[in-house]
């Protein structure tokens, strides 16, 4: 039947950045479809935890700070030895910086790249050695609307999140004759810290909703389906791709 293959029973996963906002909801998205999580942040991730073990999945928190390699090391080794193995790795943990381009100082780009951009790729690389060992995998990054637009005031996030789908494509040609399906998600504009600063400024938030179809920002739980069926079986011969989820943004 096909909403077997949508099922996660049996797996596990990695997200990261899942001590609130969008990584909670992907995290709490693969234990509703059947998956045991390993929560990884770099705050507490106890919330996190509790919700994934309410609904009778295992969960395991990782505090790491995703800059630094022992910790990238750490996370796949106390998963691997906590939940059994790693089927899923879910690379959404990402900061972002506001400054105009010409004041955006030297510590604003390096933070943001280090944490957006080297961390999903040296991450992906041990999990990656994991998933061969296993037979195959799932990759699934964040991406942003930015991967596709320059926006303004934030040219690291845009750098970085312009090469996670740069290299989402380069990681699904190399990776799939392992059985790795390497694909991205691009949220629009979601209701979550990042975009506090956004939603506060009355003529900022008029002009986001204006152009918006769906007419209001997205929420942490419109992720779900389309993480977990890029997360599933469903989703097998999908590969290299990026999709948005927007309300219609990048269709205005």
């Known amino acids: 039947m096909i909403l077997d293959k949508f099922k996660l029973d049996g797996k596990v996963a990695i997200v990261t950045g899942a001590a609130r906002g969008l990584g909670q909801a992907l995290a709490v998205g693969m234990a509703e479809a059947g998956a045991d999580v390993a929560a990884v942040d770099i705050l507490e991730t106890t919330g996190t935890e509790s919700i994934i073990k309410n609904l009778g999945r295992k969960s395991t928190g990782i505090k790491a700070d995703l800059a630094k390699k022992t910790d990238r090391e750490a996370i796949v080794s106390k998963t691997v030895k906590e939940l059994g193995r790693v089927d899923i790795l879910f690379n959404n943990a990402g900061i972002i910086r506001r400054a105009p381009f010409t004041e955006f100082t030297e510590k604003d780009w390096e933070d943001v790249i280090a944490i957006n951009q080297s961390a999903v790729f040296y991450l992906s690389q041990l999990v990656v050695a994991q998933f061969i060992k296993q037979g195959g995998g799932k990759i699934i990054n964040t991406a942003s609307m930015l991967s596709f637009q320059g926006g303004i005031l934030v040219p690291s996030y845009t750098a970085s999140k312009s090469a996670v789908m740069g290299l989402t494509r380069l990681m699904a040609n190399e990776l799939a004759k392992y059985h790795i399906n390497v694909n991205a998600i ?64 990048l269709a205005r």
């Open 186 to 249: 691009a949220p629009g504009y979601m209701a979550t810290d990042n975009t506090a600063p956004l939603r506060a400024d009355k003529d900022r938030n008029k002009a986001i909703l204006d152009r918006i179809p769906a007419g209001r920002w997205g929420e942490p739980d419109d992720l779900k389906g389309v993480a977990v069926f890029l997360a599933s079986e469903a989703s097998d011969y999908i590969n290299g791709y990026t999709i948005a989820v927007d309300g219609g943004w």
